[in-house]
């Protein structure tokens, strides 16, 4: 089975920290996501990476940046923390290839930002 | 920008009856996968269904597709109390980065024992 494992279920940080999130994925995935979700907004997509060290930009990458030093983990990083990045973060990780792209979720981490 | 937008927002049925959600999409596609969301957890995909593909069948699931009206329907048949979760349809693009979905914002679907 394809497990996706986020570092923390749950996290509380103070405005102004760094905020680091992990992702780790087990299948060789090529492709690494990042999204956010709130209610009535759904997921939105904040980076993805389609290979190592490669990133790009998602919907809303404003305040976040990335890390990809290895295939099976990839980091998802506040730089430094607001109340408006309180949300549910979910990583996601798919195969490359045409038809290839079903994602596979992690558990999600909820965020608290006070 | 979402492309997938899930209708109706919420749905509440009793146990045994049929579930049918609609998702309706902006742009070309290679295939519309829907995904389930239990309650404070990650998504877990369902099914996927290529834009050449009209009906799709999985257990108690039926999927259609209909690329003209660029519409799909999530059918869950002899619903159960474990039915209750969020779905969700996503879309790829059919040029550029197929490998990136598009969510929409989900139908609540509530079961009644």
């Known amino acids: 089975d394809v497990k996706v494992t986020q570092s923390s279920r749950y996290l509380v940080k103070r405005t102004g920290e760094k905020v680091f999130l992990e992702c780790v994925q087990d299948m060789d995935h090529e492709n690494m996501f990042w999204y956010r979700q709130d209610p009535g907004l759904g997921l939105r997509l904040i980076y993805f990476s389609y290979d190592v060290k490669m990133k790009e930009k998602g919907d809303i990458p404003e305040g976040y940046s990335v890390s990809r030093e290895k295939k099976e983990r990839f980091s998802l990083i506040l730089e430094s923390a607001s109340t408006n990045q309180t949300s549910m973060y979910l990583c996601?990780?798919?195969?490359?290839?045409?038809?290839?792209?079903?994602?596979?979720f992690g558990p999600g981490t909820r965020l608290t930002v006070l | 920008s979402q492309q997938g937008e899930e209708d109706p927002q919420a749905l509440s049925i009793q146990e045994g009856e049929n579930a049918t959600m609609n998702c309706s999409y902006k742009t070309s596609i290679n295939n519309l996968q829907w995904y389930r969301q239990n309650s404070g957890r990650g998504l877990v995909h369902l099914i996927l269904?290529?834009?050449?593909?009209r009906e799709k069948h999985s257990g108690r699931l039926r999927v259609t597709l209909d690329t003209s009206k660029k519409s799909s329907s999530l059918l869950i048949t002899a619903s159960r109390a474990a039915d209750t979760a969020s779905y969700f349809c996503a879309t790829d693009g059919s040029g550029g980065s197929n490998y990136k979905l598009t969510f929409g914002k989900g139908t609540l679907l509530t079961v009644n024992p």
């Open positions: 269904i290529r834009s050449n593909e």
């Open positions: 996601a990780s798919s195969l490359s290839g045409q038809g290839y792209n079903e994602q596979f």
